[in-house]
């Protein structure tokens, strides 16, 4: 079976860790499960990271550099990236 690609920001990230909400309950189930590979990029670490170490939140930390640990995909294309991201449509919920 392939396994499917999922690009992981910081906001599933930051929700997966949180709590027992229904919404972090899908996080974390998308994140355990082991049918996806997950993409990231280093932005995402920057955005998670240097908080959590900071404010000596080592299970946080944790939590987050055993994600980054997992990932197989890493955005390291600056300007292909930002190529890309402007030929997507903005929706507006």
Do not use: C
Request: proline residues 2%; hydrophobic residues 40%; negative net charge.
């Amino acid at each position: 079976m392939t396994r499917k690609k999922t690009y992981i920001d910081s906001g599933v990230l930051i929700t997966a860790f949180q709590g027992i909400e229904s919404i972090s309950i899908r996080a974390n189930q998308i994140l355990n499960d082991e049918n996806r590979e997950f993409a990231s990029s280093r932005f995402v670490q920057l955005e998670v990271l240097p908080k959590a170490i900071f404010n000596k939140q080592q299970d946080e930390t944790e939590f987050y550099e055993t994600f980054f640990n997992a990932v197989n995909h890493w955005a390291t294309d600056l300007e292909q990236i930002i190529q890309n991201a402007q030929q997507i449509p903005v929706l507006m919920v």
